[in-house]
């Protein structure tokens, strides 16, 4: 039987809610970037117990998880045998302390700990800035190496490679195109293209590094959806996507 872990977003986790039942054994790790999945815990910062007004469980979970950067950990205990990972939620920019890189996530700020006086003095590193690309490139080549000298290197390794939709199905059916930018973050607006051309570099220097078996959705059916569960957004997509991504995963034994 499968043992299933994401490295990833959405887009990987709502394949089953979407069309089916998960796999019983699936660890979840989202609302993290490679560098941020790699760095130091972030000493100094005080997490509540329960989800601080805003959160639920779950996304307060993942925001814990990153801040205390318990993934790894969480996912070599795991013992997968195939691991998915995707790239929507490296879309955030990073922030650096003195001593660790953490995901600047709406979680993060809806959470208040960045207000702990463990960020003063942190800076952002954009997403789409020369430095955080070199940060993330440098991140891949340690997870590579954690994953060999690992129990991880037995795991399947699938990259599920994606874009940012430029267009979407309102909901009385029609199609229409997303403007040039959507907001990433309240106020924060990101460049659909640009992002789209990360993705593309990020996808290539994995599937490099990791030989990872890739599943793709065709471009017809990477299209955004008005009425998706979670809203609309241009990685909310509409049922086409979702099922053949499922239906290339179960060819690979998910």
Not at 49 to 75: C, I, M, N, Y
Not at 179 to 204: K, M, S, T
Not at 207 to 214: I, K, Y
């Amino acid at each position: 039987m499968s043992r299933v872990a994401i490295i990833g977003s959405c887009i990987t986790r709502d394949l089953w809610p979407n069309l089916g039942e998960a796999p019983q054994d699936l660890l979840y790790l989202c609302r993290t970037s490679l560098p941020s999945l790699l760095a130091p815990a972030a000493r100094g910062v005080t997490v509540a117990e329960s989800p601080p007004a805003g959160l639920r469980p779950g996304q307060h979970a993942a925001l814990t998880t990153d801040l205390r950067k318990r993934a790894l950990d969480l996912l070599i205990a795991h013992r997968p045998t195939h691991i998915i990972f995707d790239f929507i939620d490296e879309r955030f920019d990073l922030i650096r302390t003195p001593r660790t890189l953490v995901t600047h996530s709406w979680e993060l700020e809806t959470s208040g700990y960045i207000r702990q006086a463990a960020f003063e003095g942190a800076r952002i590193v954009p997403r789409l800035s020369s430095a955080c690309d070199l940060i993330w490139r440098d991140a891949l080549g340690e997870l590579a190496a954690v994953i060999e000298a690992t129990p991880l290197r037995d795991a399947r390794r699938i990259l599920h490679a994606s874009q940012w939709a430029t267009t979407y199905v309102d909901t009385d059916g029609a199609v229409r195109a997303f403007g040039d930018e959507v907001e990433v973050l309240p106020g924060r607006p990101a460049p659909i293209a640009a992002h789209n051309a990360l993705l593309d570099r990020y996808q290539d220097a994995f599937l490099h590094a990791l030989d990872p078996a890739v599943v793709r959705a065709t471009p017809e059916a990477t299209r955004a959806d008005a009425g998706h569960r979670w809203g609309l957004s241009p990685f909310h997509y509409g049922p086409d996507y979702y099922a053949q991504i499922l239906g290339q995963l179960a060819g690979l034994g998910v």
